[in-house]
């Protein structure tokens, strides 16, 4: 079966260090985005990418940086990572901007 | 701009009775609308959209929403809550003018009582 895997599911690190979560998906879809899930705010969007070499900021993008070299993977990096980043962190894909997203199961990261 | 509200941080209902989550949003253009749930430790998982067409649209457990143009509002709905529906439930939408993502609301936590 498709799926969209996330990897680690936690990652504890320290200030300053640069991160980097990674995000797999098996569906062939084109559409690929970065969330961050905190308390309050609901799902923020980070950045998007709508096929392969294309990325989009999103609400929350400063600080993050992604990149697509293929359909299959969407990295997400920290570049220096601050304590306003701690947040569970979800990847999604779609096929079309009107279809459903399909999430991976999140990555919890602690900057210490 | 799109945003979305769910004014309610949490919604307690016994078992049995009838469930409503509420949605509000706001686009400049048309609105494509989906609801999605939340089990602990968990992504996201869809439960049903509207893109044109019905006004009530049915998904997955037995949810169905209600899309009112004129109240701006996709309420979630359930006639009969099992406990097994406690969860988080997340409103989201995106505008139909193309390359955009989904906008989500900040989550509505259903507790169903036995």
């Known amino acids: 079966d498709a799926e969209i895997t996330q990897s680690p599911r936690h990652k504890i690190t320290e200030t300053g260090r640069q991160v980097t979560l990674a995000c797999h998906q098996t569906w062939n879809h084109n559409n690929m985005f970065w969330y961050r899930q905190d308390l309050g705010h609901g799902l923020r969007l980070i950045h998007y990418?709508?096929?392969?070499?294309?990325?989009n900021k999103g609400e929350v993008s400063d600080g993050y940086s992604v990149s697509r070299s293929n359909t299959e993977d969407l990295p997400l990096t920290l570049e220096s990572a601050a304590s306003s980043q701690t947040s569970v962190y979800f990847c999604a894909s779609s096929r079309g901007y009107n279809s459903p997203l399909h999430f991976g199961n999140g990555t919890r990261l602690t900057v210490t | 701009a799109q945003s979305v509200a769910q004014p309610e941080d949490q919604v307690n209902v016994a078992e049995g009775n009838p469930l409503t989550v509420k949605c509000t949003y706001s686009v400049s253009g048309n609105p494509y609308l989906f609801w999605y749930v939340q089990y602990p430790n968990r992504g996201l998982q869809f439960l049903l959209k509207?893109?044109?067409?019905?006004?009530l649209v049915k998904g997955s457990y037995g949810f169905e929403a209600e899309f009112n143009k004129s109240q701006t509002s996709f309420h979630l709905k359930k006639p009969s809550a099992l406990v097994s529906d406690s969860a988080l439930y997340f409103c989201?939408?995106?505008?139909?003018?193309?390359?955009?993502?989904?906008?989500f609301g900040s989550g509505t936590r259903l507790q169903v009582q036995p």
């Open positions: 990418s709508y096929g392969v070499q294309d990325t």
């Open positions: 509207y893109i044109t067409g019905d006004n």
């Open positions: 989201a939408v995106v505008e139909d003018t193309g390359r955009r993502a989904l906008t």
